[in-house]
T-cell receptor, first 114, second 115 residues
Framework: SAVISQKPSRDICQRGTSLTIQCQVD?????MFWYRQQPGQSLTLIAT?????????ESGFVIDKFPISRPNLTFSTLTVSNMSPEDSSIYLC???????????FGPGTRLTVT | AQSVAQPEDQVNVAEGNPLTVKCTYS??????LFWYVQYPNRGLQFLLK??????LVKGSYGFEAEFNKSQTSFHLKKPSALVSDSALYFC?????????????FGAGTQVVVTP
């Protein structure tokens, strides 16, 4: 399994500002995923981040709003830009285990936009 | 398209009683199925998976799941529930048409175990 950390664990931000969330993995992984989750709800995939290439975004999510960086095999960032209260959510990163098929998740970043 | 359904928003069970959380799936081809648990203010923790082989899969914390191809189900079970099992449970299927291994998650089932 992989150990994943996220920073910050939570934040309260003003409308119109941006927040960058960091995701660090304790081993090298090819694929990382970013999800959004309303409290008590299911997960919605934002994008898939492959090291060395641009992230691939799911329908309804765009790079201008959620730019992602993947500079190496152990690290990724997700920025939530020009935030509005509708962006209040939990943001989770995960990594894919190639040999065993499951995904491993970070603890999440709880974002509140006021 | 791959999908999973969790028909129950919440399951209530008394401590010591059997716990079942239901999941049905819809896939083209052979399914790769997973169960995850999420405790309050935590990320998702992997419980178990079915890829191939024995239909009864054993996982973490005493949980098991039974893969039933004819009923397209993958129900999560625990013979004797604990209060500490109270959490949000997600069933997921891996999209085999996607080379990057994207998951499709169910809506989640809140499990409440009362003392």
């Amino acid at each position: 399994s992989a150990v994943i950390s996220q920073k910050p664990s939570r934040d309260i931000c003003q409308r119109g500002t941006s927040l960058t969330i960091q995701c660090q993995v304790d081993s090298q992984v090819t694929m990382m995923f970013w999800y959004r989750q309303q409290p008590g709800q299911s997960l919605t995939l934002i994008a898939t981040a492959n090291q060395g290439s641009e992230a691939t975004y799911e329908s309804g999510f765009v790079i201008d709003k959620f730019p992602i960086s993947r500079p190496n095999l152990t690290f990724s960032t997700l920025t939530v830009s020009n935030m509005s209260p509708e962006d209040s959510s939990i943001y989770l990163c995960s990594v894919a285990a190639r040999s065993s098929y499951e995904q491993y998740f970070g603890p999440g970043t709880r974002l509140t936009v006021t | 398209a791959q999908s999973v359904a969790q028909p129950e928003d919440q399951v209530n069970v008394a401590e010591g009683n059997p716990l079942t959380v239901k999941c049905t799936y819809s896939v083209s081809g052979n399914p790769y199925l997973f169960w995850y648990v999420q405790y309050p203010n935590r990320g998702l923790q992997f419980l178990l998976k079915y890829i191939t082989g024995d239909n009864l899969v054993k996982g973490s914390y005493g949980f098991e799941a039974e893969f039933n191809k004819s009923q397209t189900s993958f129900h999560l079970k625990k013979p004797s529930a604990l209060v500490s099992d109270s959490a949000l449970y997600f069933c997921a299927v891996r999209d085999l048409t996607d080379s990057w291994g994207k998951f499709q998650f169910g809506a989640g089932t809140q499990v409440v175990v009362t003392p």
